[in-house]
């Protein structure tokens, strides 16, 4: 049976281009011992991705030229030769960009999910990796308190409109930002934000504070970052005495030098603690938090919006879209 | 009777100078119910105090012009009209820059203290203020095991050389950074630090960098930051995953515009915490820091030093001198 992959071609120079990606065809082999074969019926793209790409120290590894694209996916068990795996059966993993993966059944990279209740594809955002760095950012690191104000960038994104419905649901005011007055409606009107700052709208670091200011008249107590840069700068003029600042992401020096922090003095005379964090390394918390995510979900309280790509030479592209902020929700690439 | 004092007589443009105080002499009003009159011995000078003459968001409202600085004092009661103290009490408060200062006895602002076996002035030192801000920053905040390595810049002033050899009671290898080859030899040889570098021997952050690898071969574990700008810099650069930044001061921004920060994406891909704190919002933690600071100083096992200025007209040139790094340890102005 034939396999096809997206592999990394070359490293970014600066931006990611279509360049850095080659589409390839293998012959998969037949399964070993205690060996399953999974279809992927979805691949998520997340922005994590990006900085893989890169040769430059960080959490994980770096993306070996040649292989796979790494990436979340869900799909079925379409043959197994492991006792805890039948055909049939939906899974999450890693499978990465690619239509079908041969994963070890005893390995723990599997996990089998219930599509009663929740779409599969919503195990790739709202109740997967997304949903959990949501949760652990919001819950372990901000800690939110009835009545304080939370702040999220990315806000329509799989991590940010999470961000904000659960910050909603524990009494906190929630902010957003994200980009262009579509999403900036969406967050508010269908995901119950209270204000989303349209970051289009806002050039430079004083105007999006003096926005902030208004969208959050008693000061942001707790930060979701998933961009850095000015964004960041300007959330910091407005965090309160004790903020926390739960650091998930940086998008915006993925592609190039370092993107400095214009006032780490606030972090001093605001006494404010900033703590980054990668969902993996907590994995003891993930049950815990897909109970909650899951429940939430299933009964409709929490909400997601999907851009979903067709076909897996399409998700290059797709990718390069969700690092410009293209995409509209969770980015997915459909296989099946 | 008279009293002397050194009121701020103006802000600051940027690096403040003798023209921003002024010497006055004002009559001190006889007690009322409840009061106490202190004569105060030995004045505190410290890097906070240079903050406060700004009028800038911070965690304390800025200085008043015309009013006597503030600053701790250590000095003793020489007339009562409160039942807790009596003349001859040594007690340590915030009197500021002046000779006596008159406290409300019921208001909790002064701490009577025994001189027994700790000298009155490490009270405003090691056993005072600064080493109950550099036992929090350590562990409260930096939280250190056994075996790692623990970095402070201002390494020979009155926080950093109590920080390095509270690390190091803790089974920690101790880094310190220090203005100057003599500062650097005290801090190693009589404050038993396992190395310390001289900043004045290096201008920018790639070589203070790649001196901290080689002082901390290990990687830093916990950063005790004191001065901020390039110093922080570099730190950041030698940071092991999951290290704590305890921010107690940015001494380098305090003359003017903010000084960056220039890669804070370390923060996320080496999973830091970065807080900032004030140790007068730790009440509930003093007594058990004040306990082990005081025993350790009784047993000659927590060592300091002082720069003694002499006389209370010469404390703004002696400020001055702090915040250039001329004082060696902790800075007091002797008053009696």
């Known amino acids: 049976m034939r396999n096809q992959q997206i592999v990394l071609a070359s490293r970014p120079a600066a931006e990611a281009t279509l360049d ?25 793209l997340d922005p ?46 890693m499978g990465g960009w690619q239509l079908f993966s041969i994963v070890d059944g005893a390995a723990g990279l599997l996990r089998k999910v219930d599509t009663t209740h929740v779409p599969l594809s919503a195990y790739l955002g709202a109740v997967g990796m997304p949903g959990v760095t949501a949760w652990y950012g919001l819950v372990k690191i901000i800690e939110p308190k009835a ?26 005011r929630a902010v957003g930002i994200a980009g262009g007055a579509d999403k900036c409606a969406y967050v508010v009107n269908e995901l119950g ?26 000061g942001i107590d707790g930060n979701f970052e998933n961009v850095g840069g000015m964004v960041l700068d300007a959330v910091m003029l407005n965090m309160n005495a004790f903020g926390r600042i739960a650091l998930c992401g940086m998008i915006s020096g ?15 005379t605001q006494r404010l ?3 980054g964090f990668i969902v993996s390394e907590h994995m003891q918390h993930w049950p ?4 909650e995510l899951g429940t939430l979900v299933a009964t409709g309280k929490l909400k997601y919006r999907e851009s979903i ?15 410009k902020g293209r995409n509209f929700g969770k980015q997915l690439v459909k296989l099946v």
Chains 1, 2 share one sequence.
């Open 288 to 291: 815990e938090a897909l109970k």
């Open 147 to 172: 009545g304080e104000t939370v702040f999220v960038s990315a806000a329509s994104g799989a991590v940010g409109s999470a961000v904000g419905q659960l910050a909603k649901a524990r009494g906190c």
């Open 193 to 218: 934000f209270d204000a989303c700052i349209d970051h289009k709208a806002h050039r430079d670091t004083k105007s999006l504070a003096a926005a902030l200011a208004e969208a959050a008249p008693k």
């Open 254 to 268: 993925y592609d190039g030098g370092p993107v400095p922090l214009a006032e780490p003095r606030l972090l001093l």
């Open 20 to 44: 850095n990606f080659s589409f390839v065809e293998t012959e998969l082999p037949a399964l070993g011992d205690g060996q399953v074969l999974v279809r992927h019926h979805y691949l998520s």
């Open 309 to 323: 790509a067709q076909g897996l030479a399409s998700a290059p592209e797709a990718f390069l879209g969700l690092l």
């Open 273 to 275: 603690k900033a703590q």
């Open 48 to 93: 994590y991705m990006r900085m893989r790409m890169n040769d430059s120290k960080s959490y994980a590894a770096p993306q070996a030229i040649g292989a796979p694209m790494i990436g979340g996916t869900v799909g079925e068990v379409v043959e197994s030769r492991h006792p805890g795996y039948k055909t049939g059966d939906k899974v999450v993993g």
